[in-house]
């Protein structure tokens, strides 16, 4: 029983110490996709990030937001030019974990506690 316990207790302690990896200064930059599932319709962004600016094309349709790094892992983008009132709000993005070609990020409108994943391929 004691064997038991303590092998629990081993392997608590090595899962906690598990983090995720995160090379978030490998995805400043670079051109992106992101798939996302609206309605059972799969919808892709690209987009190219570059140190100040994110342009993104949906849907044949291009946008652009400035880029402004929290740390290596946190930024914020806003939108040059807001079609509407909701378009005005800043997005908090922060990435939570990478791959070599993937990162699984959060973001939601700047002070807002609604939080919504996804990930993004880097493609070039």
Not at 67 to 72: A, S
Not at 92 to 105: A, C, E, G, H, V
Request: hydrophobic content about 30%.
């Amino acid at each position: 029983m004691k064997k038991i316990i303590l092998l629990f207790l081993i392997t608590g302690l090595l899962t906690s110490c598990f983090r995720p990896e995160k090379n978030c200064k490998n995805f400043k930059t670079g051109t992106f996709r992101f798939d996302q599932m609206i309605n059972g319709t799969k919808h892709t962004t690209t987009f190219t990030r570059t140190d100040a600016y994110q342009i993104e094309t949906y849907e044949g349709k291009k946008d652009t937001a400035t880029v402004r790094w929290v740390n290596d892992c946190e930024f914020v983008l806003q939108k040059i030019h807001p079609k509407s009132r909701e378009d005005k709000k800043a997005i908090s993005m922060r990435i939570l974990s990478t791959t070599d070609t993937t990162y699984t990020f959060e973001f939601s409108f700047v002070n807002d506690s609604k939080k919504q994943l996804g990930t993004v391929t880097k493609i070039n």
